[in-house]
């Protein structure tokens, strides 16, 4: 059906992974749906739960940079593929038994590891298969499936719980996956090398596939070996540092928002979740539109010469986080549904809106390890996630103390300040550091 469409192949590429972001986090939100009605019911504590649920981002964290060295050495569509079918197959297999804690941490693990290699590839695919001026937009339509599937999970999983059980929702997420992973297998591929028959259909990416050197010859035949890569390099580059300083701020503003958020319009604005409806949802939908608007943007400044790639990425993600630093410094002000509705969708709407500038950066200074750049930075934002949900958790436990409850803004301005003030460091940062320049052959 796909072929019959007649599109470039890089288009294809592209909306797969669009919709391979769209599934991951549809997996993720039904997983922690579907685990708090059955741990609820089974009488789970909190604290238990919240290991069930933390342990997703251990896993996911510990496998980012391993993803992107395993993208640059097997290939990013392989990887892809393989991670994808293993998750699939562990939410397939694995019970949803609440009381069965070791099995479920077990499977939280290998679903975090599995997921941790998909982000990496996806990038090592793109920077194959992109060129430049397709880049922005390109990067930012497969980025905002996350927040698409997010806003999905949210819309239609609960009502599959309550009507078919928990367990439901791990056979659909699972049926997803697999779904996805044979279309992959079907329609992706690498991007033809020079001594290809049809090499001409890509004559960008051909460039960027794992490069080979020449080895010792034996008995007549070359053997080859592939290029060491400049972790050295890589890891004290200062445009890399500025591009992992905003993926930390940019999740810790994200898990924050996405972990904390239902807590403070039920207990911070005595709001009931169930009677906003789909208002809810508009933050995730904001996130998907503006990311998109973001990527159209920056590459009509870069395509028609309007901006250089370095000032794009500057001006955008400026304007992203500082916009969504002030948004979320005055969440606490506003009372009402409506208030906190506008302002949660401005603040995550510019952070999505800011990816056009440091998540795209990976294949400006990198192309060729993009995987690697995207694992070390996306470490760093899953390690911010862990850190930021798990702290504001005791901030608000303190805030109870010193004002009884967490209906007072008080209780509440903290919590959004930190990643508030950290946006405006980061962008900082980037305006400083960051580059559009290729600096990694």
């Given at each position: 059906m796909?072929?019959r469409?007649n599109?470039?192949k890089?288009?294809?590429?592209?909306?797969l992974?669009?919709?391979?972001?769209c599934?991951?986090?549809i997996?993720r939100v039904?997983?922690?749906?579907a685990?708090?009605?059955?741990?609820?019911?089974?009488?789970?504590?909190?604290?238990?739960?919240?290991?069930?649920?933390s342990?997703?981002?251990?896993?996911?964290a510990?496998s980012?940079?391993?993803?992107?060295?395993?993208?640059q050495?097997?290939?990013?569509?392989?990887?892809?593929?393989?991670?994808?079918v293993?998750w699939?197959?562990t939410c397939?297999?694995v019970?949803?038994?609440?009381?069965?804690?070791?099995?479920?941490?077990?499977?939280?693990?290998?679903?975090?590891?599995?997921?941790?290699?998909?982000?990496?590839?996806?990038h090592?695919?793109?920077a194959?298969?992109?060129?430049?001026?397709?880049?922005?937009?390109?990067?930012?339509?497969t980025?905002?499936?996350?927040?698409?599937g997010?806003?999905?999970?949210m819309?239609?999983?609960?009502?599959?719980?309550?009507?078919?059980?928990p367990?439901?929702?791990f056979?659909a997420?699972a049926?997803?996956?697999?779904l996805?992973s044979?279309?992959w297998?079907?329609?992706?591929?690498d991007?033809?090398r020079s001594e290809?028959p049809?090499?001409?259909?890509?004559?960008?990416g051909?460039?960027?596939?794992?490069?080979?050197?020449k080895?010792?010859v034996e008995?007549?035949?070359?053997n080859?070996?592939?290029?060491?890569?400049?972790?050295?390099?890589i890891?004290?580059?200062?445009?890399?540092w500025?591009i992992?300083?905003?993926?930390?701020?940019?999740h810790?503003?994200?898990?924050?928002?996405?972990?904390w958020l239902?807590?403070?319009?039920?207990?911070?604005?005595?709001?009931?979740?169930?009677?906003?409806?789909?208002?809810?949802?508009?933050p995730?939908?904001?996130?998907?539109i503006?990311?998109?608007?973001?990527?159209v943007?920056?590459?009509?400044?870069?395509?028609?010469?309007?901006?250089?790639?370095?000032r794009t990425?500057?001006?955008?993600?400026?304007?992203?986080?500082?916009?969504?630093?002030?948004?979320?410094m005055?969440?606490?002000?506003?009372r009402t549904?409506?208030g906190?509705v506008?302002?949660?969708s401005?603040?995550l709407g510019?952070?999505?809106?800011?990816?056009a500038?440091?998540?795209?950066?990976?294949?400006?200074?990198?192309?060729?390890?993009a995987?690697?750049?995207?694992?070390?930075?996306?470490?760093?934002?899953?390690?911010a996630?862990?850190?930021?949900?798990?702290?504001?958790?005791?901030?608000?436990?303190?805030?109870?103390?010193?004002?009884?409850?967490?209906?007072?803004?008080e209780?509440?301005?903290?919590?959004?300040c930190?990643p508030?003030?950290?946006?405006?460091?980061?962008?900082?940062?980037?305006?400083l550091?960051?580059?559009?320049?290729?600096?990694?052959d």
């Amino acid at each position: 059906m796909m072929t019959r469409l007649n599109l470039p192949k890089r288009y294809l590429i592209v909306i797969l992974t669009f919709i391979c972001t769209c599934v991951c986090y549809i997996e993720r939100v039904g997983f922690s749906i579907a685990y708090t009605v059955a741990a609820d019911g089974a009488g789970v504590s909190e604290s238990s739960k919240g290991v069930i649920l933390s342990t997703f981002y251990y896993g996911y964290a510990c496998s980012q940079v391993p993803g992107g060295w395993a993208a640059q050495r097997i290939g990013g569509r392989k990887v892809l593929l393989l991670s994808f079918v293993l998750w699939s197959l562990t939410c397939f297999l694995v019970p949803l038994d609440p009381n069965q804690v070791t099995l479920l941490v077990f499977a939280r693990l290998l679903v975090g590891v599995a997921q941790g290699f998909i982000f990496p590839s996806i990038h090592t695919v793109l920077a194959q298969w992109v060129p430049p001026h397709e880049r922005s937009r390109s990067v930012s339509l497969t980025t905002s499936g996350m927040y698409l599937g997010a806003a999905m999970g949210m819309l239609i999983l609960p009502s599959l719980v309550k009507f078919k059980g928990p367990q439901t929702v791990f056979v659909a997420e699972a049926i997803l996956g697999v779904l996805w992973s044979l279309l992959w297998f079907q329609y992706a591929s690498d991007p033809p090398r020079s001594e290809h028959p049809k090499a001409t259909a890509s004559g960008f990416g051909e460039s960027l596939l794992p490069l080979k050197t020449k080895g010792k010859v034996e008995n007549g035949v070359s053997n080859t070996r592939t290029a060491k890569i400049p972790w050295k390099k890589i890891l004290v580059s200062l445009p890399v540092w500025a591009i992992v300083v905003n993926n930390f701020t940019f999740h810790y503003a994200l898990y924050v928002l996405m972990n904390w958020l239902p807590t403070y319009f039920e207990q911070g604005l005595q709001l009931s979740l169930q009677e906003m409806g789909s208002s809810k949802m508009m933050p995730y939908l904001n996130m998907f539109i503006f990311s998109n608007i973001g990527g159209v943007v920056a590459d009509h400044l870069i395509t028609k010469r309007i901006c250089s790639v370095t000032r794009t990425r500057k001006v955008l993600n400026t304007i992203g986080f500082l916009v969504a630093a002030f948004a979320l410094m005055a969440l606490p002000l506003f009372r009402t549904s409506d208030g906190a509705v506008f302002c949660s969708s401005v603040a995550l709407g510019f952070l999505a809106l800011g990816r056009a500038g440091f998540a795209v950066n990976h294949m400006d200074i990198a192309p060729r390890y993009a995987g690697i750049v995207m694992g070390v930075s996306n470490t760093a934002g899953t390690l911010a996630g862990i850190v930021g949900v798990d702290l504001t958790g005791k901030l608000l436990e303190a805030s109870k103390v010193a004002y009884s409850d967490l209906s007072s803004p008080e209780s509440w301005r903290v919590v959004f300040c930190i990643p508030g003030l950290l946006c405006i460091f980061s962008s900082l940062v980037f305006l400083l550091f960051s580059s559009g320049e290729r600096i990694f052959d």
